[in-house]
């Protein structure tokens, strides 16, 4: 049973447009949320989070857009560019405590922006 | 370059064999998280040391052992290896904040 979904293997974009990532949860207890961007032989990088408090936090050209109650969250990336081809991990975790978080991870998706 | 180190790069041997991954994790990180990424697929939980001691389990098999050491490094011990062992392994750690920082992986190929 995933947790976390994104379910769109891949993207294809125009250099320069919108990108547009999406992601669905399905535990109410998850309140925070992060993005992960992973090249070819290398270990997935973080992008940008949102705790649940907001429904929006933007961070240069990325901007990710929560929805409580569709449990649902977005990833734009606006314009985008060539270098931002990768792979997209959707995370969600309940909860942080002195020890850490556990972290649930969607299967991804491929973004690949066209010159 | 995230400060986590994992050695090897690959890994290649065959059904039944047994081997050790190593993580070191970013200086000053206590928490040291594992992951499986199988082909085409998300990152699976495997297990979570903080400070030495284990304080979550995924969705790990009783072949795959792991530990973290008074250094804070850790080893994932994979055993008795079947061909569906193959995958990338990668480990995170995280200090205080809510980002894990992932190493460059491990690629096990079982043959």
């Known amino acids: 049973d995933q947790q976390v979904k994104q379910n769109s293997p891949s993207l294809s974009v125009q250099e320069g447009r919108i990108s547009i990532l999406n992601c669905d949860y399905t535990n109410s207890m998850f309140d925070y949320f992060l993005w992960y961007k992973k090249y070819p032989a290398e270990g997935p990088t973080f992008l940008i989070s949102?705790?649940?408090?907001?429904d929006k936090n933007e961070d240069g050209r990325f901007t990710v857009f929560l929805n409580k109650s569709a449990k649902h969250l977005s990833l734009h990336i606006v314009p985008s560019q060539p270098g931002d081809s990768a792979v997209y991990f959707c995370a969600a975790s309940d909860g942080f405590d002195n020890y850490g978080q556990n972290f649930v991870f969607g299967p991804g998706t491929r973004l690949s922006v066209l010159p | 370059d995230s400060g986590v180190t994992q050695t090897p790069k690959h890994l290649i041997t065959a059904t039944g064999q047994r081997v050790t991954l190593r993580c070191s994790p970013r200086s000053g990180d206590l928490s040291v998280y594992w992951y499986q990424q199988s082909l085409d697929q998300g990152l699976q939980f495997l297990i979570q040391y903080y400070n030495g001691e284990e304080r979550a389990k995924g969705n790990i098999l009783e072949r795959f052992s792991a530990q973290q050491f008074p250094d804070l490094h850790s080893e994932l011990n994979l055993s008795s290896l079947e061909l569906g062992d193959s995958a990338l392994y990668f480990c995170?750690?995280?200090?205080?904040?809510?980002?894990?920082?992932f190493g460059p992986g491990t690629r096990l190929t079982v043959l």
């Open positions: 949102i705790s649940s408090i907001k």
């Open positions: 995170a750690s995280e200090r205080e904040g809510h980002e894990q920082f």
